[in-house]
Each structure stands twice: as C-alpha cells, then as structure tokens.
C-alpha cells in the first residue's frame, strides 16, 4: 500500500469503484460541507473536493478534505498548479498528509479567465505532469524537489485526470502513459457520454497495459436539464455531448428522469469497459442525485475493507 | 522582431497630464510607426487631440529608434524646447520611455502613451504574434520550434491539457493550441516518439523570477569620452 487510504484499498482489491466530486461552498460554511458528505459517505469509496474548479474562488480543497476526513469519509484532495509555485505545492502537501489526507488528484486547473477573477496571473510554475512526478518524489524519495529531504513519511495515493475526448485525440493515450510513467497510481476521466468513442480510447490502453499500471474510473455527469446539457455542450471546455443526448433531454418530460436515465445506460456499459476499474461522478450542484444513481446502478452497498 | 504597443484609453492619457499644461511629444520610427501607434501622424493625431483640450504641445519629434544610442543625441537637440515643457508624453514602446528619461539632462517626467504588448513575429504581412517568452533557457529544440511557454495558455511543458478542441485553445477560438501545432510538426517529421519524453520542471530563475536580467557585450559604438 503506498498511502492505505479507502480508495486505494477498493482499487487494490479489484471491486468496481466509485468516487464523486463535492465542491466546496463560496463561503465560510463547514455545515454545507457536512451536509455533502453526509450525502455521500455511504454511497462513495472517496469523495474529491475541487480546487477552485472553473477558476472561481471557494473554500480551499484541503480545508473540505479535513472537514469530510472528520465524517470518517475519505477525501481526495485536488490541486491545480494554475495557482500555486512548487514551494506553496509542496507545503500544501506536507500540511495535507500530516493531517491524514492520502489521495490527490493532480491537475494543471481551467483557465484563469474562466472564473470569478479573469485578471489574476496564472502560477503554471510546473505542470500537471510534473505535479505528479512531484508526489512521487516527496513520497518514494522523501525529497523535495530541492534535492533536500523532507523529515517523515509521505504516505501519498496520486491520481491523475485524462480526457479521453480532447485532441489531438492520437495523443491522448500518450498523454495517458505520460501521466503512468510520472507515477499516477489512479485516473478519473473526464465525463463520458459517447461511449463509442471512450471505448476505442480504452482499448488503445489496454494494448499498451496501461490499465495494469494504473486504476482508471471513468468520469460521469448526470444532467439534470437540456439547458444543462446545451451549456456543457457547448461552451464547457473538454466536454463532448452527443446531440442525440442533448434532444433526448429536451424532448424529455421529466427532464431529470431521463438524465438519471442516460448516466445509468452510459454506467452499465462502462462497467462492461475491459481496463475501467469504476466510476467518477461530478455532479455539478447536484449531488443530491448520486445516492439514487449508485443505488439504481446496482453499486451499493460501498465495500467495507 | 517588432516590439508591438497599443495606445493607451485617452482617459488614461488625460489624467497622467493632468497637472501638465505644457506637453511634448515623442515618437518612434521603428516598431511604433509600424504598429500605427507612434509614427508621425499618430503624433500629430494626439499633439491635435491634447490641443483641443486645452493642453500646449511646446514640441515633437519621431525619434528613428527611440530604443537605441542616439536617442540621447535627439534629446540634447531639442533640449531648449522640452525644457520649457512640463512632461514628455513618449509615444513609443517601454524601452523608449525608459530611455528618454535615462538620457534627460534635467529630471523631468515621462509618461508612456502606450502598452508595450509583446516582442512580436511576423508571420504574415501585418499578423504578429507572440512566440518568445524569454524566458532564459530555450526549450524549441524539444518542441519542433514552436514555444509552449508562451503559445499554451497555461505554458504546459509536456503536452495538451484536456480543453484542446479541433486546433484551438480552450481560452478563445482564436487562438491555436500550441499543443496540436507541436504534435502536427513532429508526426510530419516522424518524431512523435519524442513526445513521450516528460519534460523537466523548469528553472524559472533565469527568467525574471531570478531579478533583473543584465548583459555586458562589447559595445559597438562606445561612448567617447
């Protein structure tokens, strides 16, 4: 076990798992944090907190990842380099690790003309694949990447993300065994909804037994309205929604059933994906919905280990 | 290699001079007057808007290369009439308004008219873009001499986040990925091999994270005594 968090426990021991996001709130609450996790901590094997997500600025990652630890729920803490040099990179981690935060989630962050502060300068001091060689370091290593030692153990779990969907798309398996090589331990995509097409990009890692070297959970997200599903479609970076989908949901009486419905057909063939070890669902200011959709997906109870 | 500038609003112009009733002007013959905004008629464009609110314009002169040497003899030049003015509004990139004041023999404010944008290549008639970065330590020959520093949004070093879509960044439809530029060079070269290298985290300390850079050359024209 490199860091024995929940999550790495479920991967290891081979069960199909699943993991959600919950975003922190845009204030000072620690209730609607608990709130979250109370939601969430009998239907997840770990629960990502975001880290600024879409440049907007929120409760930091490592606070909600300390709030959802004292509910006894494992979290995953994200981190973007789009807002931090390697010296606030790695005291963040020093700090996260001591107070038992074990997986991470390395990402380079959306744009910073994305959020609430489009003025702000964008740190990008590494990169997100340099994020991870990072961890691996301060954890196989105990250095930092001064050359200098760090004092006690860095028991880390590190995930990376991989956009199966974006282009150039021939590289994206080569993204993916970059991010392997680096020392990713999991993967959680970004959110599939043309199964095809994330079909022909698993099967690319497969041949190259990506899928041994690391865990992949595909990443889902039920829309809760066509609206919902135009704006993604249209104008949220990385995301590619079928118009087949986007008419369902707008032919759709019930919009909400039929989004249910289409993230629990897009699960049952996710789960049938050689190479898939689980799921991600981000449930964007709906994760009210995810206990029904694990349960109706047939993935609960969670395993205890 | 041009160094690109656009003008300053007005209002910005306006309230630098503020307590400056009497103005004079300078521009630049080189890159300015090539990106329109500090040549002879921009000038003269400007010296008549500053009239028509009230200010005196006690002079002008288009400096050849306001970044260069001679700058210094133009000022001695018209030393007696920016005396008598009480600014100088520099039509010219950053490096010649420091340089204008540098060479002024008596104090004397000077405030830029433009934003000084970017050291700019000219890949077609009149389109320049941005491909340096100076950052210190030259990364091209790993990225088939197109720079990810500067040319992806969030100066990724090894390969294209997730928001690469059809060619394009995910910040504008306008601008590349710098990413597919990258990959499309390599794979017509045969060299997508390369891309798997991970690239190493950068020394940022050459750049400016590392304090003012200098560099000593032997001067071509140095100053005789």
């Not at chain 2, 990364?139 to 100066?155: D, E, F, M, N, Y």
Request: contains cysteine; hydrophobic residues 40%.
């Amino acid at each position: 076990m490199k860091a024995g968090t929940n999550l790495e426990k479920v991967l290891e021991s081979g069960k199909f798992t699943v993991t959600a996001e919950a975003g922190p709130p845009k204030g000072t609450s620690v209730a609607s944090v608990q709130k979250k996790g109370e939601l969430l901590r009998h239907c997840c094997d770990a629960v990502n907190v975001t880290d600024n997500q879409t440049a907007i600025v929120r409760m930091s990652s490592l606070t909600g990842c300390l709030i959802l630890k004292q509910q006894g729920i494992d979290p995953v803490m994200q981190m973007v380099v789009r807002d931090r040099n390697r010296l606030a990179i790695q005291s963040d981690l020093l700090g996260a690790v001591a107070l038992g935060v074990g997986n991470v989630l390395c990402l380079s962050g959306d744009h910073q003309k994305f959020g609430n502060h489009p003025g702000a300068k964008g740190v990008f001091d590494i990169d997100s694949i340099q994020l991870i060689q990072t961890l691996k370091m301060m954890r196989d290593e105990k250095k930092f990447l001064s050359g200098e030692d760090i004092n006690g153990e860095v028991p880390l779990f590190i995930g990376a993300a991989a956009n199966p969907f974006a282009d150039p798309s021939e590289f994206r398996v080569s993204r993916l065994a970059k991010k392997v090589k680096a020392g990713a331990d999991f993967i959680q995509t970004q959110a599939v909804y043309d199964v095809d097409r994330f079909r022909q990009w698993t099967e690319a890692v497969v041949e190259r037994d990506l899928d041994k070297q690391t865990h992949i959970l595909a990443g889902v997200i039920p829309i809760k309205s066509a609206g919902m599903a135009r704006y993604m479609r249209d104008s949220v970076p990385g995301v590619i929604i079928p118009d087949e989908i986007v008419t369902r949901m707008e032919q759709a009486t019930e919009a909400k059933e039929e989004g249910v419905k289409i993230i629990l057909e897009v699960i049952e063939q996710l789960k049938e994906i050689p190479g898939v070890h689980g799921i991600h669902i981000m449930a964007v200011s709906w994760e009210d919905i995810i206990p029904e959709v694990v349960r109706k997906a047939v993935l609960m109870p969670r395993p205890v280990l | 290699m041009k160094t690109i500038t656009e003008q300053k609003p007005l209002e910005e112009i306006t309230q630098y001079l503020e307590k400056c009733k009497k103005v004079y002007l300078i521009g630049c013959g080189t890159c300015a007057t090539l990106c329109h905004t500090g040549g002879k008629s921009e000038v003269l464009e400007v010296k008549a808007n500053l009239e028509a609110n009230g200010k005196q314009v006690v002079g002008w002169m288009v400096i050849p290369t306001a970044c260069d040497e001679l700058t210094k003899y133009a000022l001695e030049e018209e030393a007696k009439t920016i005396a008598a003015a009480d600014c100088i509004l520099a039509m010219t990139c950053a490096i010649g308004v420091q340089m204008i004041s540098l060479h002024l023999k008596e104090p004397k404010l000077v405030y830029p008219a433009l934003n000084t944008l970017f050291l700019g290549m000219e890949e077609s008639p009149g389109h320049f873009t941005e491909v340096c970065l100076q950052c210190g330590n030259c990364v091209l020959g790993r990225t088939a001499a197109i720079c990810p520093l500067v040319r992806c949004s969030k100066s990724l070093l090894n390969g294209p986040c997730g928001g690469s879509a059809e060619g394009k960044c995910e910040v504008s439809p306008d601008i590349p990925c710098a990413w597919q530029l990258i990959y499309d060079r390599l794979a017509a070269m045969g060299r997508l091999d390369e891309l798997e290298e991970i690239e190493p985290i950068k020394d940022w300390s050459v750049s400016v994270s590392g304090g003012p850079r200098k560099s000593d050359v032997e001067a071509e024209c140095a100053d005789t005594p």
